[in-house]
């Protein structure tokens, strides 16, 4: 008796865990957290508000001691959005942000046209703080750190790279390019 009690309850907790809000995908649109994103037009394209979003699945152990039993049941998985920008016609359009925790924490602003990369962008320390700019200037990028004491821009000379940048903070340039 006392071992199906315990599958009952470790089979409630994974059902009802943490009253989450969940993500609801369907063929043409995405439902999160009663937002409708990630929108397909008529003819495939994607349009309207999009979000990239990270899953963390987490596990819940129970212990029985008679009979001596352990049970680990996944939990429901928790979805966080890490980017968020715009499509028009299937191409990223204006300003897209990249952060953790539904952009609790901001690391980064790139803007496009026509789904093409535009200077400059931006990367920001925890607490919203500008830490670096990349501006394109006549075929290559330059690399600009705000410094306080001086209240301006001032060139690094060093050749960051996209992929070191965004890569710092868990995310595949070759995917936001």
Known sequence: MRHSICLIFVLFKTVFANGQDTVVVYSDYVVYKGDTLNRLDTNGKKTGIWLTLRTDSTYTTTKIDHPPSIYTSPTRPIYRAIAKGQYLNG????????????????????????????SPILFFTTGYQMWLKAEYFNGKWTYYRWDIAKNAYVDTHQKYTFDFLFGAYGYDFNKIR
């Open 91 to 118: 191409q990223r359009q204006g300003k897209w942000t990249f952060g953790n925790n539904d952009f609790k924490e901001i690391h980064s602003e790139v803007n496009y046209k026509d789904d093409k990369l535009l």
